[in-house]
Each structure stands twice: as structure tokens, then as C-alpha cells.
């Protein structure tokens, strides 16, 4: 009886599968991560977020974005490739944001960041109104980014009173969510309560994308104490590192139209690309509302 011989691959045989290799000087987000000790919180526009135990990294995915580390701006971005389900970014950038980030043994802070001079509660007394600017079917300007001014506004209000609690102060917020309320409104409630110091948060935007920071504004016949906070607040917001177009005066209605000293704070350009990207960062909102706090708590 012949024996017949068969010779070749097995069926269930696969050849070893090879991996693709990185598009010339890029690397995958994936791998960015791993060789940073960070991880992937977020991969979605506008931006990517890579965060680990004292550092927090956001990569804007549109034209002209910028990487941010803890808050500071460290490069451009660059063209950012899309290929199936992955993003590559140069690999040129992966050096840039690992000096600018924190060792793992630094102490950060429970709230990041903590105005310096903050005392400790019940050290504060008084009825301070926080107004979180436009808000419902008035959304404000709307940043380059695509987010609405209201929705930053009241996440900058909502730190800052915050912060005004822990001093020991009586807050009172003109709107606590998305809801529509008239300047008129808002003045009536501050003078209803007896506010001791009325402060608007809003942000500012201008054909000119170029125009960046913030300003501080009073009423044209504003009472010295107003005129004081303000400069206080323009002098914190400075000295906490941001750009400054000064102390400016209009006749904005809740301004006019309430019985306390009172300031509204522009906190940045929507416009600009630079202030759009940090004014997104709740990190930055944190820094900007902090600045704020200190101002109002060494002043009134």
C-alpha cells in the first residue's frame, strides 16, 4: 500500500503579523503617553488630554494649536495626522513637553492654583454677588474654538466663588446654570440683597484676532471703592502672569445700576487663539478666578 506525502504550510498556519510603522518623524498619541507616564483621558476635538498624577497635557487638534502643560503654552502643535482611529503628532514635541512638565515627587496642591493671600474662613465677612455673564438664550460671543462665552463665564464665576466662600464671604450667584437672566435683573437681585461688592465675569472677543488679556471695567462716575477693587484686580491678574489692557470705564447697566462698588472683568479674547485655548482649561479658569479672589478679598 503507497504512503502519498503532502508538504507545505499548515491551514491553520498564519503568517507573523507586522506592525506598521509611524508615518516618517511622527508618533502616535498612544506612544506619546506611554513614553511621557502619562494617560488618555480625552481624543476628542478640540483637543487631546494626556494626564498623570502632577501634570496635565492638552494638544489643540485644529490649525494653528498649540500644546499646553499645567496650563503654560511649550510649542505649536503642528499638522496632526489622522490615520484610521489614531493621531500622530511630530515626534519633535514629545522632548518639548517633557521638560516642561513636573516630577512625579512634586507636591501640587489640592486647588490648583490657590489665591497666595487667602484667608482662612470666617477671617471674611459680607454679601458679594457673582454675575456669570449672558447665560440661556444669550450665549455671548463665541470663541474661535467654538465654545460660547456663557458656558466659560459661569465656570470662571463658579471657582470664584468658590474661592470667596473658603475666605468667608456670603455669596450670591446671578445664575447658577445655563439660564436667561437681563442685566437689569442682575442689578435688582445684587441690590436686594444688600450686596457689600458686585463682580461681573465675562469674556471679550474683537474683529482683530490679535488683541489678547484681560480688562477691568468701572462705571465712568464709579465710587473710589469701586475704582480701588478694580485696580486691585488689575493688579493680581498682571502679577498671576496674564496680559493686561488696564482699568477702563463704561456704563455697562450692571455697573450703573447697582448700589455696591461693582467691577466687570473681560477674562481674555474668545477671538485670539492663544486666550481661547487657555480659557478652555479649567486649569487656567481656576488661575483666572483665583487672581480675582485675591483682588476682592485684599480690598473689601
Not at 88 to 107: D, F
Not at 158 to 169: C, E, K, P, V, W
Not at 174 to 200: C, M, P, Q, W, Y
Request: glycine letters at 8%; hydrophobic letters at 40%; aromatic letters at 8%.
Amino acid at each position: 500500500m503507497g504512503v502519498s506525502l503532502f508538504f507545505g504550510c499548515r491551514p491553520s498556519e498564519k503568517a507573523p503579523r507586522v506592525a506598521k510603522p509611524n508615518p516618517l518623524g511622527t508618533v502616535s498619541i498612544r506612544e506619546t503617553a506611554q513614553r511621557l507616564g502619562l494617560s488618555i483621558e480625552r481624543t476628542d476635538y478640540p483637543y487631546i488630554e494626556l494626564t498623570g498624577p502632577n501634570n496635565r497635557v492638552l494638544l489643540f487638534m485644529y490649525e494653528r494649536g498649540r500644546v499646553y502643560v499645567n496650563g503654560a503654552a511649550v510649542a505649536p502643535v503642528g499638522k496632526m495626522l489622522e490615520i484610521g482611529e489614531q493621531y500622530y503628532i511630530a515626534e519633535t514635541l514629545i522632548p518639548k513637553i517633557r521638560a516642561a512638565m513636573l516630577p512625579e515627587t512634586a507636591y501640587i496642591p489640592q486647588v490648583i492654583p490657590t489665591p497666595p493671600s487667602l484667608p482662612q474662613p470666617g477671617a471674611k465677612s459680607g454679601i458679594i454677588v457673582v454675575d456669570a455673564g449672558h447665560g440661556g438664550q444669550d450665549p455671548g460671543t463665541t470663541s474661535v474654538l467654538g465654545t460660547q462665552e456663557k458656558t466659560i463665564n459661569l465656570k470662571i464665576a463658579h471657582r470664584l466663588a468658590d474661592f470667596l466662600r473658603q475666605a468667608g464671604y456670603q455669596v450670591v450667584m446671578t445664575r447658577e446654570g445655563d439660564s436667561s437672566i437681563t442685566k437689569e435683573e442682575r442689578a435688582a437681585l445684587s441690590n436686594r440683597v444688600n450686596a457689600d461688592f458686585f463682580v461681573a465675569v465675562h469674556c471679550d472677543s474683537n474683529e482683530n484676532g490679535r488683541h489678547a488679556g484681560f480688562t477691568v471695567y468701572v462705571a465712568r462716575q464709579a465710587s473710589w471703592s469701586s475704582t480701588k477693587v478694580a485696580r486691585q484686580v488689575e493688579n493680581s491678574l498682571s502679577n498671576s502672569g496674564i496680559p493686561s489692557k488696564g482699568v477702563r470705564n463704561a456704563d455697562y447697566v450692571v455697573l450703573v445700576q447697582t448700589r455696591c462698588p461693582a467691577v466687570l472683568v473681560e477674562c481674555g479674547f474668545l477671538s485670539n487663539y492663544d486666550d481661547a485655548n487657555k480659557l478652555l482649561d479649567p486649569w487656567y479658569q481656576g488661575k483666572v478666578a483665583g487672581a480675582i479672589a485675591d483682588a476682592i478679598i485684599r480690598s473689601i
